[in-house]
């Protein structure tokens, strides 16, 4: 595997930065970048870029949390993160059961009708006021 990176480590440390910056910017997954990323410019299948995706994005959401969580400027409510971390645990056991029984090109194209209807109902919807 390490081989097969030589010529292209510094896409993938590029493709990281950019990652990074979005889910920090954002405050989202770097799977929006990450998965489709893999996918289209690496050769990787749907199945190993959703398991790169996550595994990559357990350290930066971490460090990310942290440094919204000291910001004194944003408010981080810790019930509503211990109840959407323990609905999580559940629900991402039986996701990955679920991706692992689906062919490749059926979970990519899931995964790309979940991407653009997750961005129309975001561009659409009304501004909320603070």
Known sequence: MLGELSGVWWGLLALGFIGGVVSGSFGVGSGIIFIP??????????????????????????????????????????????????????????????????????LRKGFAVFMVVVAMRMFFMPAKTA
Request: net charge negative; hydrophobic share 55%.
């Open 37 to 106: 990323a893999l996918v289209l410019l690496f050769p990787m299948s749907q199945h190993s870029a959703q398991g790169t995706a996550l595994a990559v994005m357990v350290p930066m959401a971490l460090l990310g949390a942290f440094r919204y969580w000291h910001n004194p400027n944003i408010e981080v409510n810790m019930v509503l993160v211990g109840l959407l971390v323990a609905g999580s645990l559940g629900g991402v056991l039986i996701g990955t059961e679920i991706a692992a029984n689906v062919q490749g090109h059926w």
